[in-house]
């Protein structure tokens, strides 16, 4: 099969414009006429930081980051900032505790001092998860995993109002947030589920403000489609390989007013009171300090979501609005089709919550889901129309709408969702 007869719907590693593709290629064999291929060139070269500091501008500008905020660019994927927010947020509340008893008490001895943090570690430290579909649902059991289930609360499990399963969002009335929770943690777009939040919760509103309660959100598989409130996120982080570019880097925006405090922080002073420690490649101060490169970095990575950018930034003259509101047109066609075929698509999560980015059905035509299934995809691979299969863990069919696909590719599947439906 050729490139060009192909629409690609995967969740992740999503497909990528070939134009920048093609000029990923010829970098990676010849850098700007050095001889030597991007991913070649050291990563303490002049020429990797112009890379890494043009792709954070650009990403900040397309995104538009506020000067409150810094971009690191880390290893490790979602699965790793699970636990780099963990980590950084508990030695965030150690040091923001620590502080506190001091100026209550400034000749305190080390003994007294521990003794008063083990207390509010037993009375006060809990990380609070809102679990609305399996994204948000392996942070949290990591942080369990991480901390012990005493330090970890659940403020909403979704599965609990949709018989067992995800695809609703409870009212925020109902949530159990701690008193002062260390971390409040969402998963803004829920790839497995097709769940997105409509809008940023009002009970969070203004929570990150004065930095003793982290706001975190993954934004993996929205970001680049729509506008992120940043004043609202102490946090907001994604992996590349969906809107953004390659996989094997991942994105951090975080407060740096934050950054001051992990970096005034005591690692040892957390140890003693039987707290984990950020490993140093986790760290977020330790990858401000040292502008994302304390480590080999893949700048090869870097380059290509810097050339997604300027592709971005060229189409979009209203940066992110103008992709949003693409993304959003071509969602409305495509759960236009499947709603208008009832008997024959059943959309997964309920309407309030439904993915802009992830699709999510089952085929029910003729009654035998699975067989109904099986046929739906046989005919779209005959159109090129590929990667629809839904998550292992749940099945059904799952269409990604990434930035990739572009109008005519969603187009391209509206008309088979139509041809599918209506064939005898
Ligand atoms: O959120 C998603 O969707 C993802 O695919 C995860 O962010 C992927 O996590 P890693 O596999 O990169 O750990
Ligand atoms: N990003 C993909 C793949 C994740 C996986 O299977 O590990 C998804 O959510 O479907």
Redo the contacts with the bound molecule.
């Keep these: 099969m050729k490139r060009e007869d192909v629409v690609y719907f995967g969740?992740?590693p999503a497909g990528l414009p070939t134009d920048v593709l093609t000029t990923a290629a010829s970098a990676l064999l010849n850098y700007q006429e050095t001889g030597l291929g991007v991913a070649e060139h050291s990563h303490r070269s002049t020429l990797a930081a112009d890379i890494v500091n043009t792709m954070k501008a650009d990403l900040a500008e397309f995104l538009e980051i506020p000067p409150s905020h810094d971009v690191l660019i880390m290893q490790g994927?979602?699965?790793?900032q699970f636990d780099a927010t963990v980590y950084n947020s508990v030695l965030v509340w150690v040091e923001t505790q620590r502080q506190k008893i001091v100026r209550a008490n400034p000749s305190i001895n080390e003994e007294d001092l521990i003794k008063q943090l083990q207390q509010k570690v037993q009375s006060d430290l809990r990380l609070d998860y809102l679990v609305t579909g399996s994204?948000s649902l392996k942070a949290n059991q990591e942080a369990v995993r991480l901390l012990g289930p005493t330090h970890v609360n659940v403020a909403t499990d979704s599965r609990k109002l949709n018989d067992g399963k995800f695809g609703k969002i409870a009212d925020e009335s109902t949530w159990q947030l701690s008193d002062k929770p260390a971390m409040i943690y969402l998963c803004e777009n829920e790839?497995v589920d097709g769940v997105e939040w409509p809008s940023f919760p009002k009970t969070l509103e203004s929570r990150a403000s004065d930095d003793q309660t982290l706001v975190v959100g993954?934004f993996?598989?929205t970001i680049l489609s729509r506008r992120i409130p940043f004043d609202q996120f102490s946090i907001v982080y994604f992996?590349a390989q969906k809107n953004l570019g390659l996989p094997g880097i991942t994105v951090v925006v975080i407060k740096k007013s934050l950054l001051s405090i992990l970096s005034q922080g005591k690692p040892d002073l957390a140890r003693k009171i039987g707290l984990p420690v950020p490993p140093t490649i986790l760290d977020y101060a330790v990858a401000a300090k040292n502008n994302s490169l304390y480590n080999t970095l893949s700048i090869f990575d870097v380059f290509v979501a810097g050339q997604v950018l300027k592709k971005l930034l060229a189409t979009f003259p209203d940066k992110v609005r103008g992709q949003e509101a693409l993304s959003g047109k071509k969602a409305a066609l495509l759960y236009g089709v499947l709603d208008s075929y009832p008997e024959v698509y059943k959309v997964v999560p309920d309407e309030s919550v439904r993915s802009r980015m992830n699709l999510c059905f089952r085929v029910t035509k003729g009654g035998n889901v699975d067989e109904a299934e099986r046929a739906f995809i046989r005919g779209a691979t005959e159109r090129g129309l590929l990667g629809l299969k839904g998550h292992r863990s749940v099945g059904g069919i799952r269409v990604s709408n990434y930035n990739v696909v572009d109008e005519a590719g969603a187009q391209k599947l509206a008309t088979y969702l139509k041809d599918f439906a209506t064939s005898p």
């Design positions: 969740a992740g994927g979602g699965s790793g994204w790839t993954d993996s598989s992996g």
